[in-house]
């Protein structure tokens, strides 16, 4: 079984920063990517931010230039900083992973692995 544990939410002003985490546990054989998504009461979950294990990374327009996501593959680990935020960034954030775990000796499955969501409130 695998399992994210997000960390790093919380309450900041206007133009703060804060830096979630991700950690994956697990058996897990490998992570292909880590992603960052966030949600708002009636609205639905969008991307944030993804990042693949060889480091290529795709960001929603609404948060370019002020958000970075960064992995480390040995630790398992998802990491997102946001900088300059803004009211309009309050949300639950949720880390998302494509992970590869074991079957058995032999065989391995694609999985689909999301965390309990960690809530960023901006705000002064």
């Known amino acids: 079984q695998v399992q994210l544990v997000e960390s790093g939410g919380g309450l900041v002003q206007p133009g703060g920063s804060l830096r979630l985490a991700c950690v994956a546990s697990?058996?897990?054989?490998?992570?292909?990517?880590m992603g960052w998504y966030r949600q708002t009461p009636g609205k639905e979950r969008e991307l944030v931010a993804e990042?693949?294990?060889?480091?290529?990374?795709e960001y929603a327009d609404s948060v370019k230039g002020r958000f970075t996501i960064s992995r480390d593959n040995v630790k398992n680990t998802g990491y997102l900083q946001m900088d300059s935020l803004k009211p309009e960034d309050t949300a639950v954030y949720y880390c998302n992973a494509h992970t590869i775990v074991p079957v058995d000796d032999l065989n391995y499955k694609h999985l689909d692995v999301w965390g309990q969501g960690t809530l960023v409130t901006v705000s002064s």
């Open positions: 990042i693949t294990s060889r480091g290529n990374t």
């Open positions: 697990g058996s897990i054989l490998r992570i292909t990517s």
